[in-house]
T-cell receptor
Framework: GNSVTQMEGPVTLSEEAFLTINCTYT??????LFWYVQYPGEGLQLLLK?????DKGSNKGFEATYRKETTSFHLEKGSVQVSDSAVYFC???????????FGSGTRLLVRP | NAGVTQTPKFQVLKTGQSMTLQCAQD?????MSWYRQDPGMGLRLIHY???????DQGEVPNGYNVSRSTTEDFPLRLLSAAPSQTSVYFC?????????????FGPGTRLTVL
């Protein structure tokens, strides 16, 4: 079945450092891929998405590229801020389903 | 738009008690779902609905019931609470039509079963 694997956290960075959070997936067909962010005490918010191979999703300085050849959707940001501290979830939706399948989440802590 | 709302925000139950977690959305979304979030396990799908009168099981449905009598509401019922159901519960909704439509999440209900 479909599944998502993302790097374990926590990831601790200094402000203005470069961020990469790895995400790989297993799926048949052509899934849609998502990154969601959860700030402390809140629900999940969509950060970015990509719906087909080689698409790049971007938002708030974050980027991720849908790589079908490596089944990956790594999240990157060139310069993190303290306000980026949150838990980040990689997720996929199969090409014939509305169900979201989540990775286990990666906690990011950015220090001033 | 209020988006997706959930009540209560916090709840403590004793083993064997029953309760209903409420979820409502005002975006006229056809698809609604319930997830539970446990440490180190991400979010797991409990039940989902693709429209009023239609529900189906997700990954972890045991111990939970749902119904969908209206487009707006999608309550989750725990008939006999167990400590294993201690978790944070999220309701979500989205438009149907294409699978890449954004799912909107509620703020969550933190449930503790003693």
């Amino acid at each position: 079945g479909n599944s998502v694997t993302q790097m374990e956290g926590p990831v601790t960075l200094s402000e203005e450092a470069f961020l990469t959070i790895n995400c790989t997936y297993t799926a048949t067909g052509y899934p849609s891929l998502f990154w969601y962010v959860q700030y402390p005490g809140e629900g999940l918010q969509l950060l970015l998405k990509a719906t087909k191979a080689d698409d790049k999703g971007s938002n708030k300085g974050f980027e991720a590229t849908y790589r079908k050849e490596t089944t990956s959707f790594h999240l990157e940001k060139g310069s993190v801020q303290v306000s980026d501290s949150a838990v980040y979830f990689c997720a996929l939706r199969g090409d014939s389903s509305y169900k979201l399948i989540f990775g286990s989440g990666t906690r990011l802590l950015v220090r001033p | 738009n209020a988006g997706v709302t959930q009540t209560p925000k916090f709840q403590v139950l004793k083993t064997g008690q029953s309760m209903t977690l409420q979820c409502a959305q005002d975006m006229n979304h056809e698809y609604m779902s319930w997830y539970r979030q446990d440490p180190g396990m991400g979010l797991r799908l409990i039940h989902y609905s693709v429209g009023a009168g239609i529900t189906d099981q997700g990954e972890v449905p045991n111990g939970y019931n749902v119904s969908r009598s209206t487009t707006e509401d999608f309550p989750l019922r725990l008939l006999s609470a167990a400590p294993s159901q201690t978790s944070v519960y999220f309701c979500a909704s989205s438009r149907s039509g294409v699978t890449y439509n954004e799912q909107f999440f509620g703020p969550g209900t933190r449930l503790t079963v003693l």
